[in-house]
């Protein structure tokens, strides 16, 4: 299976933009999905995973309120809405499968980048 991401661009501080993981050979609702993101020269950092429960753990607290993760089963996708985008969101965004959420990283989507001008 794999995971196929799309949906970045470019967009003005206070825009939106939504994210899109689709999932090929298996089932979207099988695994939690995580959304991280990377900016050069720095680490990876988880955003948010969503549960197969449907629940939501952020782990930035400036995305809070600000980005919303859900799960489509009848599309195998799950979504990434991103809310008043500021600069600091400038970054490549991927999605990954995870056993549980914090746990491991099952496999990686490809990455899109997501760019916010001031």
């Known amino acids: 299976g794999q995971l196929v991401e799309s949906g970045g661009g470019l967009v003005q501080a206070g825009g939106s933009l939504r994210l899109s993981c689709a999932a090929s050979g298996f089932t979207v609702d099988s695994y939690a999905v995580g959304w991280f993101r990377q900016v050069p020269g720095k680490d990876r950092e988880a955003v948010l995973c969503?549960?197969?429960?449907?629940?939501?753990?952020h782990y930035i607290t400036s995305v809070k309120g600000r980005f919303t993760a859900s799960r489509n089963v009848a599309d195998n996708t799950v979504y990434l809405q991103m809310n008043s985008l500021n600069p600091e969101d400038t970054a490549v965004y991927y999605c990954?499968?995870?056993?549980?959420?914090?746990?491991?990283?099952?496999?990686w989507g490809q990455g899109t980048q997501v760019t916010v001008s001031s």
């Open positions: 990954a499968t995870e056993n549980y959420c914090a746990g491991y990283i099952l496999k």
């Open positions: 969503l549960s197969t429960r449907n629940v939501t753990f």
